[in-house]
């Protein structure tokens, strides 16, 4: 049987992982250092005990967020990437290449939680292209992010 391989990185692709297991424990944490450590209303993170993690692409800087955790981001674009506690370390689950495999189980913090993250799916949805009406430039957006996939080198090409 072949153990299952999770890869992921930051956005402009300086700083990849490779994650050799079953990741079993993804979750949202709301407490305010989390919320500020992403600049959002929650972070999602996947813990990788049990589980082998390896960074295959550059090294990320670090912040000490408290006596106990230092939280890992990409030194060039900014891309949060870990939360590293004394229990293992968790990667923060938009940083996966297919953040899909990897729902949630259980929340965290949820003494920090914002009263309206529990209703933001009763929000009006639109798509990329419906926005285009208000915001035409949309349409024309080349993507200079990394790709969801390992690369051998990058940027592939000279912009």
């Known amino acids: 049987m072949t153990e299952a391989i999770h890869s992921g990185g930051c956005q402009c692709g300086a700083v990849r992982f490779r994650v050799t297991g079953v990741l079993k424990d993804s979750s949202i944490c709301h407490c305010r250092m989390c919320q500020k450590a992403f600049g959002a209303y929650y972070a999602p ?10 960074w295959t692409r550059g090294e990320r800087k670090s912040f000490r967020s408290s006596n106990f955790a230092l939280r890992g981001f ?15 370390i968790a990667i923060a689950a938009g ?17 920090g939680k914002i009263d309206f993250v529990d209703h933001l799916h009763l929000l009006p949805g ?26 051998e080198h990058w940027p592939e090409a000279p912009r």
């Not at 990409?74 to 293992?88: K, R, V």
């Open 95 to 111: 940083a996966f290449d297919d953040p899909s495999l990897l729902p949630p189980v259980v929340q965290f913090g949820i003494e």
């Open 74 to 88: 990409c030194g060039d674009c900014g891309t949060p990437m870990t939360y590293e506690a004394p229990d293992g």
């Open 126 to 151: 639109h798509t990329t292209e419906e926005d285009a009406v208000e915001a035409p430039f949309v349409l024309e957006v080349v993507s200079y992010q990394h790709p969801d996939r390992d690369t």
């Open 45 to 54: 993170l996947v813990s990788t005990r049990g589980a082998v993690l390896e």
